[in-house]
Structure formats: C-alpha cells, structure tokens
C-alpha cells in the first residue's frame, strides 16, 4: 500500500428518511478543521433515495464535494448495500481519512467497510488531530472514560474514526459554498441484500433529542423513584429546548428508558445548562456530559464526586431545591417579558 | 442447528485505577469477569438451542492467555455444549480488526454453524467492532442491537433492533450473525453439575487452539497485525473548580438563576 496514494477527509452523511442527523453536520465542521490542516479537500459521502436537496445542504457546510448514491434501492440503511457503496468508492477515490458518527448505524456500517478494507477503525472518538507526519490522532476514552488513549493508523489508509455525537462542533452554513457533487455508480442489486426490514417503528415526534438540547435536566438514584422524573420534566419545561435525562442508575432500576440515558454506555451531550440532580458523579456518567456549558449540581451528599465537576453547587435535598429553581426561573422569565 | 457464540475476559472496569504519578494502568490484582454482553449472547444462544431442541448445539470461542481458561469453564458451567479457546503468544495485544481476524478463524474451524452471536460490545474497549467485523470474513449478513429474536424457519431468522430513536425488524437468512447486549435477557446462574462436568470431561468439552490450529500465520495474528496502535495513554485532565452556593434554599435557588441569568441563559 503506498499511503501517499490516498488523499482527502472524507466524512458519512447520515440520513434518516430525507432529514441529515446533526452529527452529519459535526463531522463536518471537524472534517474542516483536518482538511484545512492537511492542504486537502473535504467530501461528504451521502447514501439514499431523492438526495439533491440533502447533497446541497452538504456543500452549504463546507463540503467541496459530495459523493452521492441516489437510489431508490439505498432508501434506507441496510448494512449490506451501505457497506458496499462506501467500500467502492473508497476503493475508487482513496481518501486519507474517513469519519463516521458513532450512532447506532454508524457503529455497525464502520466495522463492516473497516474489514472489507482490512483498515484500522478507532471508535467513538472525542478528540481529533493532524500530527507532524500527518498521521491522524485518534483520542478515545477507554474503561469507562478513567483513561484517554491516543491512537494512530500509521501504516493503512484510509485511517477510519466513529466520532460520538454532539462532541464536535457543528460546521457553519454558509450559502456561497462552493461544491462539487460527483454521482457514484453504485451497483446494488436486490440479491446484494441479504436482510429484509419487515418493519420501523420511530420513536414519537416531538421528543427533544438528548444531543440537540440546550438544557438538559438528570436525576440520579437519589430520586428515590421514577416518580421523580416528573418534578425534572417540570424544570425542563420551563426552558424551550430543555429536555430530562438520566443515570445509568436509574436505567438499570427501571425508572427510565435506556434513550434518556447520559454516559460512557449512553448519549454524550453538552447543553448549554446540565442540572445535575441527586447524581453522584461516577466517571462513567461525567464523560457523557462533562462538555456541557454549565454544569449545576445539585446533592444531599457535601461530598459527593459530581461537586468537582460542576460549575455551581447546591447541597441539599433536590425535592426542596428543584421547586425553589423552578419558582425563581419563572420569576426571571417574567422580569424579561417585562422588559 | 449449531449455534457459536463469542465471549472476552475482561477486568471488571469499575475497579480499574490509574496510577496518578504516571497515568498508566494499574492491572495488578484487578478481578476479571466475562463480559457482560457476551453472556446475553450465550443465553440467548441457549434459549434458541433449548427451544429447537434435537441435535442442537451451542459452542463458544473465546480468545486469550491461558488464565482465561477459567472463564471458558463458566461459559460450559451455564451450559454451553462445547467451548474453544484460542490461545497463542503471537495473539497478543491484538486490534479489534485482526481480533475479528482471529475469532474468524476459530469459527470456521468450528464449521457448519446456524448462527453466530457476539455481545455489541466488551466493557474494556466499548467499540462495539468485533461483532460486524467477523460477519464480513466469514460473508454473513449482520444484525447489530438485536433485542429479540425469533425462529421464522429452518432458512430464516426474524429480529428486532434497536434504532437510535427506535426500533427495527428484519429478517436475515440463516447462517448470520447477531449483536446483543442487556436489553435481550437475563443471564443464567452456571449450575454445580455443569461445572463440575466441564473440569471432569475437559479433555472433550474444551479445546485449546494455537495459530496453526485455526490456519494463520503469526505475521496476520496479534499487535504487529494490527493497522490502530495506541501511542499514548492519560488520565483526563479534571475540571477548574466550581462554586458552591451557600444559604437557604430560597436563596441557593435566587442565586443560581441570577447567575444563569447574567450569562442570559434564562429566556
């Protein structure tokens, strides 16, 4: 393999029935900052059915090109005719770099091109930089986020990275990008998948997305029940994209779903506001949030870990401070509309 | 129909420290476990032989030093048929690329099998890889976050995933090869009987495989394999401190809204 044969930051647009997920737009702003760093371009690979506007929308982030599959076939994800497109046009294009979001669908189309391609892939990445041989480093939480680990594909290309949502910073748009958007020639017959969706069923609409949540309101097990989770929702609400989540704790006790879970085997987020209640501070949990804005914590527990990660600390019991935060964002509320 | 599962040895990561003079990790004295995803993988794996009964099996592959074997006994002790390890100095320190390299091996050798079940991912690495990676070598279509699974027929095997806002059902020929992790069961306890079987007939319910054995050469196997290398390791830097407010509750609350409110946080 002669590595200076590959060239470019390629980064996966992923869509999900015509709407681009924000970590395609994330990719894009880190993928910028690469390329820029390299001397090279930045081209999105997009994958559907009915693309054009999405393809544009692409090009409005920053990307020079973009390398389109638009087929009827590809509508939706199948890791069979996915993996095949993007395993052909990489063969055919050879970029340096290749980033994928770390969502569910990306965590399982990486590892298939990865092998296809017998490259290295490094997974859920938090940091990522161009060393002086020009070699992409890789920083990635290991156990549990108790360790950072940096990490070079120094000898195969292309050099493949899953970046977790909401850790990077969204490109900007900007509607004088200029673009190129270059048609794939993919060749994905029905017999090429071998998987059949019999059925989807989406979560309901008007859920506020843990990752796209300006303020973000957590309970840990110190809320005693799933009850709870109502008085957060209060708090929440009061904030027009505030959204309640949780610790693995109380997923683990049944009081909320497995989505609303924020953590090293949950979402990564970073609001502008992370209230932090009756949550004790456990390493796994802080390396999903610790990039919020502001972090309040709010414990019975003086000592409690979550204390030396927070920008403001409230010692008490959260059912009698939550109220009180509720009752005075209201008054703030109304002194502004006065105004 | 043959079922073959995959299952790691890791340290139980809550009780892994890092050293704080050098940042290294200290593996000293540290407990290691099955991991727990893999162990979803066996049970499902032993419902569905359970359930289609007959000469059904269920065999395990586990890649390791030779203290792992340890662990394969607990993966026999809960009732697996037959297990493997894979066991070689050259298998160190391998990537999860050529990890699914290694682990594709021992599956082949195994042969003929129905299925394949891997845990989504290992405590230690979080990477979720090994799963879709082995699918690719041995050309089986994959399913990852399975949270059900159901027998449709000899030939097919209907599943549902989890989606990032969702759900997923999909039907895959058999063979394939599925993900699954907490949400699908509960593990069973390893019973007396099983266990103390699995040192008794150990010569036939266990077997210990090198590279030759599973037909690689040491340059494919292990750290020199392996295109990621981890160049450098730290502790994460914490966080400046913060304020703590002080008074009654009325007035921690004022205070803290005050503050969010200069930052015009509170619209």
Request: aromatic share 4%; glycine share 10%; net charge negative.
């Amino acid at each position: 393999m002669d590595l200076k044969d590959y060239k470019g930051v390629w980064t996966f647009a992923e869509q999900h029935d015509g709407e681009l997920l924000g970590v395609s737009i994330e990719l894009l702003g880190e993928g910028r900052k690469l390329a820029d760093a390299l001397g090279v371009e930045l081209s999105a690979v997009l994958i559907g059915s009915g693309m054009d506007e999405l393809a544009k929308t692409l090009v409005e982030h920053g990307a020079d090109n973009v390398y389109v599959a638009d087929d009827p076939i590809l509508a939706q994800y199948q890791n069979d005719s996915y993996s095949k497109v993007i395993k052909e046009a990489i063969d055919k294009y050879k970029p340096e770099i290749v980033l994928v979001g770390a969502t569910h669908e990306g965590r399982e189309l990486a590892p298939s091109v990865a092998a296809m391609l017998e490259t290295g892939l490094t997974a859920d990445c938090t940091a990522l930089a161009i060393n002086d041989d020009g070699n992409l480093v890789q920083t990635r939480p290991a156990f549990g986020g108790n360790l950072m680990a940096e990490i070079l594909t120094a000898k195969h290309r292309p050099q493949m990275a899953t970046v977790r949502p909401g850790v990077m910073d969204k490109a900007k748009k900007n509607a004088d990008n200029k673009g190129n958007i270059v048609k794939l020639d993919a060749d994905v017959k029905p017999e090429d998948i071998r998987t059949k969706i019999v059925e989807q069923v989406r979560e309901v609409a008007g859920k506020i997305s843990l990752t796209d949540a300006d303020v973000i309101v957590a309970g840990g097990l110190g809320l005693g029940s799933a009850d709870g989770f109502k008085l957060l929702q209060e708090l929440a609400d009061e904030f027009t994209n505030g959204t309640i989540a949780a610790s693995r704790a109380c997923v683990d006790a049944g009081w909320i779903d497995h989505s609303y879970q924020v953590g090293q085997t949950g979402v990564t987020v970073k609001p502008q506001i992370y209230f932090a209640c009756g949550i004790s501070g456990m390493i796994q949990h802080v390396s999903g949030m610790k990039g919020s804005k502001y972090i309040v914590a709010i414990n019975k527990n003086p000592e409690a870990d979550i204390f030396d990660i927070a920008d403001y600390g409230i010692v008490g019991d959260l059912y009698e401070v939550v109220p009180a935060i509720i009752e005075e964002v209201k008054k703030a509320k109304a002194a502004a509309a006065e105004e | 129909m043959k079922i073959v599962t995959t299952a790691k040895r890791v340290p139980d990561t809550t009780d892994v420290k890092t050293d704080p003079k050098t940042g290294v990790l200290i593996r000293t004295g540290i407990p290691t476990i099955v991991n727990p995803d893999d162990l979803n993988a066996l049970e499902a794996a032993l419902q569905l032989r359970d359930e289609v009964g007959g000469d059904s099996t269920v065999e395990t592959v586990t890649m390791g030093r030779d203290v792992t074997i340890i662990k394969v006994h607990e993966l026999l002790g809960m009732g697996a048929d037959h297990s493997v390890l894979l066991s070689d100095r050259c298998f160190g320190g391998a990537d999860t690329l050529v990890c699914s390299r290694t682990l594709a091996a021992g599956i082949e050798k195994i042969g003929d099998y129905d299925l394949v079940i891997t845990g989504h991912q290992a405590i230690d690495g979080d990477t979720a890889q090994v799963g879709p990676e082995i699918a690719r070598r041995l050309g089986i279509p994959c399913v990852t976050c399975v949270i059900d699974i159901k027998l449709k027929d000899e030939k097919t095997i209907e599943v549902v995933r989890e989606l990032d806002d969702g759900t997923e059902t999909i039907e895959a020929p058999l063979p394939c090869l599925l993900t699954v992790n907490s949400k699908i069961n509960t593990p069973r306890y390893m019973t007396i009987n099983n266990i103390v079987e699995s040192y008794n007939s150990e010569d036939e319910l266990l077997s210990v495989w090198n590279h030759e054995e599973i037909g690689l050469d040491p340059t494919e196997c292990g750290l020199k394999a392996s295109p990621t290398q981890v160049v450098r390791t730290y502790s994460p830097a914490p966080k400046g401190a913060g304020e703590m407010l002080e008074g009654t509750v009325p007035q921690m609350a004022a205070s803290l809204v005050g503050k969010l409110a200069e930052k015009h946080l509170i619209k």
